[in-house]
């Protein structure tokens, strides 16, 4: 594939509002999972929480919109003069020829349990303000940041579980290799709600305490929440050396199990090949990992099996999900930014909460940061049945 600059990119969650923030509380060690106290939630497990999303903040134009999905969306936009940037590419493209490629697991669905809360006691009938719409339909959160920036191209959510803000890169580049657009905002939201905490609960995968992923006692998950968004251009004739690009993209669908990755990984080794090659990479290339790694047991030992054989042992490699939580649907977008900064600083982040690292997991993961100048960074995002999507951020020199 041709490679895609990465023109600007912000991420907004439990360990900070914007990039500079978030990317201090990681080399700083900090964690922002704290125990449950979302709404009346009775669970023993920690979570990533953004604060100041309980109350209506949208503009009254855009007010249809209004739930925690799309408030946090508008949060995350207003940080890096993100906002901002896209502003100046639709001035020099046209609104018309910019997508919008946004990645969500439940979008607004937390929107619709406080409507049944609401119902007619008689008729069973939901409050009458309630819009599906504007707030629990999986596209409207791309169709609220579509009009919260005045944008008119193409646009569309990708719901494939915790890998779907990892696969909006893959059409965002299909659509501007194919002339359609000329530049794609993409990234992924997904804000705190009952159905996910409840749900992942019911599956025996919350964890009672800030979730260790590659811990030899790692015993769960911790679910967060957050929103990151990044802007894709072509890349022009004049780069600067800093400049970061995506330069590779692989996608599979392994269909083991419904909840379960398969025990090899199978499907993130398919996943990661193609990554690779879309590249023109060999293993070796690739300077950091950041891994899925959800601090399940059957996840980090898949996910470790296929790093393992296609990496070996050598390999720095860590999760980031004891600091964020896991954020689900946004998670790909989450980590791409934190990839991007990893290129920037030319430091590996460490993996947070992780105590004693799995001896049966035979890979590099890192329990310290680490310095070192970057060149290529790989990103994993594997979501349930089997939808895995692994992408390849680069330094343009």
């Known amino acids: 594939m ?3 600059l990465i023109s600007h990119f912000t991420a907004t969650s439990a360990i900070g509002l914007g990039c500079a923030a978030s990317w201090h509380t990681l080399c700083q060690q900090k964690s922002g999972l704290t125990p449950c106290a979302f709404a009346d939630v009775a669970l023993d497990t920690y979570i990533g ?5 309980e109350h209506p903040s949208l503009p009254a134009e855009l007010s249809e919109f209004d739930c925690r999905n799309n408030r946090l969306s508008q949060l995350a936009l207003e940080q890096d003069q993100f906002s901002q940037a896209i502003e100046r590419v639709s001035q020099r493209y046209g609104a018309a020829r910019i997508g919008v490629f946004i990645g969500t697991s439940t979008s607004g669905i937390l929107q619709t349990e406080l409507a049944y809360r609401q119902r007619d006691p008689l008729s069973g009938a939901l409050p ?3 819009n599906y719409r504007g707030t629990h339909s999986t596209f409207s959160v791309a169709q609220f940041v579509q009009s919260r920036l ?7 959510a990708v719901s494939t579980a915790c890998s779907s803000s990892a696969k909006v890169f893959s059409s965002a580049r299909r659509m501007l290799e194919a002339g359609w657009i000329d530049a794609a905002l993409v990234g992924g939201v997904d804000s705190l709600c009952l159905t996910t905490l409840y749900g992942f609960n019911s599956l025996e995968l919350l964890s009672p305490q800030p979730c260790r992923p590659y ?3 790692r015993d769960g998950i911790s679910i967060g929440e957050a929103a990151a968004f990044l802007l894709l251009e072509r890349v022009p004739p ?3 050396a800093n400049a970061i690009l995506l330069s590779g993209c692989g996608e599979s669908s392994d269909a083991y199990h419904m909840s379960t990755p398969h025990p090899q990984g199978r499907g993130a080794i398919q996943a990661m090949i193609q990554a690779l090659e879309s590249a023109s990479l060999a293993p070796e290339d690739i300077d950091y990992i950041n891994l899925h790694g959800t601090a399940t047991p059957s996840n980090d030992n898949a996910e470790g099996a296929a790093v393992a054989h296609l990496f070996g042992a050598n390999t720095p490699a860590s999760s980031t999900k004891g600091a964020t939580g896991h954020t689900l649907g946004a998670a790909g977008g989450l980590e791409a930014v934190i990839s991007a900064l990893a290129l920037t600083h030319g430091i590996m982040p460490a ?5 004693t690292r799995d001896p049966a997991i035979d890979i590099h993961y890192l329990l310290e940061p680490r310095p070192q100048a970057l060149r290529h960074v790989l990103s994993n995002s594997f979501g349930f049945g089997g939808s895995n999507c692994s992408l390849i951020f680069s330094r343009a020199n």
Do not use: H, Y
């Open 2 to 4: 041709k490679p895609l």
């Open 49 to 53: 929480v953004v604060s100041g999303l």
């Open 128 to 130: 009458e303000a309630f």
């Open 150 to 156: 005045k944008l008119s191209g193409p646009a569309l």
């Open 215 to 217: 811990d030899r006692a």
């Open 238 to 240: 004049s780069l600067d």
């Open 351 to 355: 993996g947070i909460n992780t105590q």
